[in-house]
């Protein structure tokens, strides 16, 4: 009986989990070689900046606020598969926190996919609230990819679940 009640109340806890991204819908672009998964369709926008080519790829919904950002580096003849990304990396991560009221809380690094990349996480102050954002960086071929997602401190494990689930439905493609 106990281990029935225990299954019981481990699926309660997971389902949610499961079935919140089950609705989720796959987004992404062929252009920038990546695919993600997001609660619903996100705006995309397409940029240019001294040559490189910028697609956005934003959402928000009621809690929390997700992005994707490809900068193609081809138009000026930058490919990380043969030079050190960490210049370009640290510009980045203090574009990040240009913010006043910024903190970075921790810089880690992650691997998938047999690639290296780099995630901060930082706080935000909007009014009175604090906001949590989780960005990781990931430097491949000609392209610079920025993957985020934020929220509301107080809902901290919430943010995580879904943080979890965000990241993990990246793929990058050829």
Same mark, same amino acid.
């Given at each position: 009986?106990?281990?029935?009640?225990?299954? !019981?109340?481990?699926?309660?806890?997971?389902? =949610?989990?499961?079935?919140?991204? @089950?609705?989720?819908?796959?987004?992404? @672009?062929?252009?920038? +070689?990546? @695919? &993600?998964?997001?609660?619903?369709? =996100?705006?995309?926008?397409? +940029?240019? !900046?001294?040559?490189?080519?910028?697609?956005? &790829?934003?959402?928000?919904?009621?809690?929390?606020?997700?992005?994707?950002?490809?900068?193609?580096? @081809?138009?000026?003849?930058?490919?990380?598969?043969?030079?050190? =990304?960490?210049?370009?990396?640290?510009?980045? $991560?203090?574009?990040?926190?240009?913010?006043?009221?910024?903190?970075?809380?921790?810089?880690?690094?992650?691997?998938?996919?047999?690639?290296?990349? +780099?995630?901060?996480?930082?706080?935000?102050?909007?009014?009175?609230?604090?906001?949590?954002?989780?960005?990781?960086?990931?430097?491949?071929? $000609?392209?610079?990819?920025?993957?985020?997602?934020?929220? =509301?401190?107080?809902?901290?494990?919430?943010?995580?679940?879904?943080?979890? !689930?965000?990241?993990?439905?990246?793929?990058?493609?050829?």
């Amino acid at each position: 009986m106990r281990k029935i009640f225990t299954l !019981l109340v481990l699926l309660i806890f997971v389902s =949610p989990v499961a079935f919140a991204q @089950s609705d989720w819908v796959k987004s992404g @672009s062929v252009k920038s +070689k990546i @695919s &993600f998964e997001c609660p619903e369709n =996100p705006i995309v926008q397409n +940029k240019e !900046l001294n040559g490189i080519k910028i697609e956005v &790829f934003s959402y928000k919904d009621a809690a929390t606020v997700y992005g994707v950002v490809a900068s193609d580096f @081809s138009g000026v003849g930058l490919d990380f598969t043969y030079s050190d =990304p960490t210049e370009y990396y640290q510009e980045m $991560k203090e574009g990040s926190l240009l913010t006043g009221n910024a903190v970075l809380i921790s810089e880690t690094s992650v691997a998938y996919q047999k690639m290296l990349g +780099k995630e901060i996480v930082y706080t935000v102050l909007v009014g009175e609230h604090e906001y949590t954002y989780y960005k990781r960086f990931f430097f491949r071929g $000609k392209f610079i990819y920025q993957i985020a997602i934020g929220g =509301p401190s107080r809902m901290k494990q919430f943010l995580n679940d879904k943080r979890n !689930l965000f990241f993990n439905a990246v793929e990058f493609t050829d």
